[in-house]
């Protein structure tokens, strides 16, 4: 049986409207889930943009060792800032403005299914890269 938020994502991008708040549960759980993966396989992953307006490639979901505040590092995915040719960890999934969170949640059929097609072609026989691949199934085909 699949995790609830996952199903609720993958109704979410058929066109089944989640409240705000219920989006931005999901994204908090996947991002957990995404970090869990990330963690095991430490395969980073430059993904699709997710900016707004004129400046749609400034920001990208990104897997990689995040470093967010103090000393904090994490494996995880995150929002992403491409300026200056860095990358930066600026936003969790969860906790982006209202209007970038639709491109965050329908970004992520296109970030499953290459993630995975990553992690399968570097770890493929690891559960975390079985894993990934069967939730790009679960969202693939979608947005």
Not at 33 to 61: F, M, T, W
Request: glycine fraction near 10%; aromatic fraction near 6%.
């Amino acid at each position: 049986m699949e995790s609830p938020f996952l199903l609720e994502l993958q109704e979410h991008l058929r066109g089944k409207p989640l409240t705000t708040e219920q989006l931005r549960d999901a994204l908090g759980r996947l991002e957990h889930l995404v970090g869990q993966i990330a963690l095991d396989l430490q395969i980073p992953y430059l993904g699709p943009s997710v900016g707004i307006g004129r400046q749609e490639d400034s920001h990208r979901l990104c897997v990689a060792e995040h470093h967010w505040t103090g000393s904090l590092r994490a494996w995880g995915v995150a929002v992403c800032s491409t300026s200056a040719g860095m990358l930066r960890a600026d936003w969790h999934l969860a906790k982006v403005s209202r209007e970038r969170l639709p491109r965050v949640a329908a970004a992520l059929p296109r970030f499953f299914e290459e993630y995975a097609a990553l992690a399968a072609a570097q770890a493929g026989e690891r559960a975390s890269s079985q894993r990934l691949q069967r939730i790009a199934e679960l969202l693939g085909g979608i947005g």
